[in-house]
């Protein structure tokens, strides 16, 4: 029986804890580190996608405007606290950008045609 090792969840906290918190790099280790080094890191890190030529053949940069123009629909939705606070804490329109996030997701998860 092929059994996934357990991961251990997520660390939960708010936006104002995650400021507080602080880096946990350890920057030192990496200025020290030769370029051959960082970069062989970054290519076996298996969260850090190659920004090579497939990727760019398939990529599409979408100006915020496009992605606003279309009518929408008033909702309620519930967002964790933290998820709000930061995307309050960037202004005015910080409803128009979540909005463009979700748009980006359903687009990038659904081919490569419009929604």
């Known amino acids: 029986m092929n059994r996934k ?3 251990k969840p997520p660390t939960r906290m708010t936006l104002r804890e995650a400021q507080d ?3 946990q790099t350890d920057w030192q280790r990496l200025r020290d580190m030769p370029d051959e080094a960082v970069t062989s890191a ?5 969260d850090n996608l190659p920004l090579d030529d497939p990727f760019f053949e398939t990529a599409r ?4 405007s496009a992605l606003l123009k279309e009518a929408k629909q ?8 933290d998820v709000l606070e930061w995307f309050r804490a960037s202004g005015s329109g910080y409803q128009s950008r979540m909005n463009a996030v979700l748009k980006a997701y359903v687009q ?3 081919g490569h045609g419009q929604i």
Do not use: F, M
Request: aromatic fraction near 0%; hydrophobic fraction near 25%; charged fraction near 25%.
């Open 5 to 7: 090792p357990h991961k």
């Open 21 to 23: 918190a602080g880096s």
């Open 42 to 46: 970054a290519e076996t890190d298996p």
């Open 61 to 64: 940069r979408l100006p915020p």
């Open 74 to 81: 008033q909702i309620t939705l519930r967002i964790d606290a």
């Open 108 to 110: 990038t998860h659904s």
